[in-house]
């Protein structure tokens, strides 16, 4: 249903070095790069923005959350493994979420901004 999402930060460049390593596990690409924001296209054609607030300091939400659907366990694994290497927090390690018939293999990061990401599979 959604085709676009975008999350606020307070460093710019630091944000890039995240999210260049975690669009290439995802087959992204950058496609948009201003001194404001920077934008990832997915192989769908999904775009993820991040940049600095037009108003104001860049916060976290309290309750927000974007996810990134990937195709395997692996991804999800890889994802969350390289956000914490990159500086991010955990917000759940990988693993099965849910009843055994959703199929929901997913882990929970945030970025360096604090903002709340996942990686959702339904691949066994």
Do not use: W
């Amino acid at each position: 249903m959604l085709n676009i999402g975008r999350y606020g930060t307070r460093d710019l460049e630091k944000a890039k070095v995240f999210y260049d390593a975690i669009a290439g596990i995802l087959g992204a690409s950058r496609v948009t790069d201003t001194p404001r924001v920077v934008g990832y296209r997915g192989p769908e054609g999904g775009m993820f923005l991040v940049g600095t607030p037009f108003e104001g300091e860049a916060t976290a939400g309290n309750g927000t959350q974007l996810g990134f659907q990937v195709a395997s366990r692996d991804i999800v694994d890889a994802l969350h493994t390289k956000a914490l290497e990159l500086g991010g927090k955990s917000e759940g390690a990988p693993g099965e979420r849910g009843p055994e018939d959703y199929r929901f293999y997913a882990c929970y990061f945030r970025d360096l901004d604090g903002n709340k990401l996942n990686a959702i599979t339904t691949a066994k």
